[in-house]
């Protein structure tokens, strides 16, 4: 007897097959890239790092702008007057900045809970990092890093001549020392790009005008 002819697979199970394995093969790579790609950035929520560093540091870039504002109407001195006027612009730019990040989050200006309680809660190291003076970590109740007494606005509104000069560059040197503290803290618990890109401005321009401060106080 001749030998039975191979058995050859109808035409449309191979196209069905292969209609399966494109479909399979697809599903995996998107699995692949869903796994792989980048994961987009969380909106801060109210009561994160973010917001409560958003919220407090427009205070104190505020309370800085008003103490330029008195200085400029008092010294004779042209480099603290231009001093004055760069603080006050960048700072009050900064605030904006700061109000708008809130809005876009979709979260209130006023805060939920104590001013600076963010900066008590622990890095994302998990470590609660210190960047102050006194080598003791900001823990709840503590006043805000460098923000004036209403008695040292006071004074320095009733200050004359140069000793207007050295109270200004006194108070906004500590003012200064304050908000890199606070700046520093928000890098060391947040990783968002806005976030970072200003506190970092923040850290470098303030620590520049600090060394700068001391030369003028010192002259």
Not at 78 to 101: E, H, K, N, R
Not at 165 to 184: K, N, S, T, Y
Not at 198 to 206: D, E, K, P, R
């Amino acid at each position: 007897m001749d030998p039975a002819p191979p058995t050859r697979t109808p035409r449309w199970r191979t196209v069905v097959a292969i209609a399966i394995a494109g479909v399979l093969l697809l599903t995996a790579g998107l699995a692949i890239g869903r796994l792989t790609a980048p994961t987009p950035p969380l909106t801060p929520t109210t009561t994160s790092a973010e917001a409560g560093f958003a919220r407090d540091m427009q205070k104190h870039h505020q309370q800085a702008v008003q103490m330029s504002m008195i200085i400029r109407e008092k010294t004779d001195d042209p480099a603290v007057s231009i001093l004055a006027y760069d603080i006050a612009t960048s700072q009050a730019q900064q605030a904006g900045q700061m109000f708008g990040w809130l809005n876009v989050w979709g979260v209130p200006q006023a805060a939920p809970e104590p001013e600076m309680t963010w900066m008590t809660r622990p890095a994302l190291d998990g470590e609660a990092h210190d960047h102050g003076s006194d080598n003791d970590a900001h823990v709840m109740g503590d006043d805000m890093p460098g923000y004036a007494t209403g008695e040292q606005i006071a004074e320095l509104q009733a200050a004359t001549g140069t000793a207007a000069d050295e109270v200004f560059l006194e108070l906004m040197i500590e003012h200064h020392i304050g908000g890199v503290e606070m700046a520093e803290a928000v890098l060391d618990r947040s990783t968002n790009r806005v976030v970072v890109n200003l506190a970092s401005g923040i850290v470098t321009a303030q620590q520049g005008e600090i060394d700068y401060m001391r030369e003028l106080l010192a002259r």
